[in-house]
């Protein structure tokens, strides 16, 4: 596609139920990562993918959160038993070195609000 | 990757210029500089990107030392748009890496 695609753009959910964010990459971009960006915060590492190499799961906060990459298409990241404090936007975005070098282009976000 | 330094937040006015230093002492001969804009409710996106001396293009300036230890992202003649978060950011030049953005500088630009 043309740029980085995230749905829902909009969740509101209750505590304790799981959600599922959903990235489609740049077509041929080979690296995928997830951000969370609480209000009025910085962006906060979450995971990154990389071909087909192990991703780097350094940055997911509890086992509460996975993330999975469908070879170097699609990401869903998910939260079990959704607590307030995940209430943020979730960001993805990708790159590839081949074709731009490190600039990595973002989707528009997830919001997500736990109630 | 080479930690970066820059002011929480800075303020201006409009037409003035704006000039944001970012301080990577650590930073690899093999590594870029790479700032990003972020408005309010929407993911950051590039802005700029160089290795040494000026590089310049539509939106911005950017002015690296010698010694490649700093920078300074220049905004000539802000306007209230330019109010946005500005990260610094030092990358590999030869591989794609995780990407870690530090608390970025909040520039509010006022009337």
């Known amino acids: 596609g043309a740029g980085v695609s995230q749905s829902p753009s909009n969740k509101v959910t209750e505590k304790g139920k799981d959600v599922e964010l959903r990235c489609d990459p740049i077509?041929?971009?080979?690296?995928l990562y997830w951000y969370r960006q609480r209000l009025g915060q910085g962006l906060e590492f979450l995971i990154y993918?990389?071909?087909?190499?192990?991703?780097?799961k350094s940055g997911l906060p509890s086992d509460r959160f996975s993330a999975e990459r469908t070879g170097e298409s699609v990401s869903t990241l998910t939260i079990q038993r959704t607590q307030q404090e995940d209430s943020a936007v979730y960001l993805c975005?990708?790159?590839?070195?081949?074709?731009?070098?490190?600039?990595?282009?973002f989707g528009e976000g997830s919001w997500l609000t736990v109630v | 990757l080479a930690k970066t330094t820059q002011p929480i937040s800075m303020d201006s006015y409009e037409g003035q210029e704006v000039n944001i230093t970012c301080s990577h002492n650590?930073?690899?001969?093999?590594?870029?500089i790479t700032w990003y804009q972020q408005f309010p409710s929407q993911g950051p996106r590039f802005i700029i990107q160089?290795?040494?001396t000026k590089v310049t293009n539509e939106v911005a300036s950017l002015f690296i030392p010698a010694d490649r230890k700093s920078s300074t992202l220049s905004l000539p003649r802000v306007s209230l748009s330019d109010t946005a978060v500005y990260y610094c950011?030092?990358?590999?030049?030869?591989?794609?890496?995780?990407?870690?953005f530090g608390s970025g500088t909040r520039l509010l630009v006022r009337p």
């Open positions: 975005a990708s790159s590839s070195y081949q074709t731009s070098g490190n600039t990595i282009y």
């Open positions: 077509s041929g971009h080979t690296a």
């Open positions: 993918f990389q071909g087909n190499s192990a991703p780097d």
């Open positions: 650590n930073i690899a001969t093999n590594d870029y």
């Open positions: 160089g290795y040494k």
């Open positions: 950011l030092v990358v590999p030049g030869d591989s794609s890496y995780k990407l870690i």
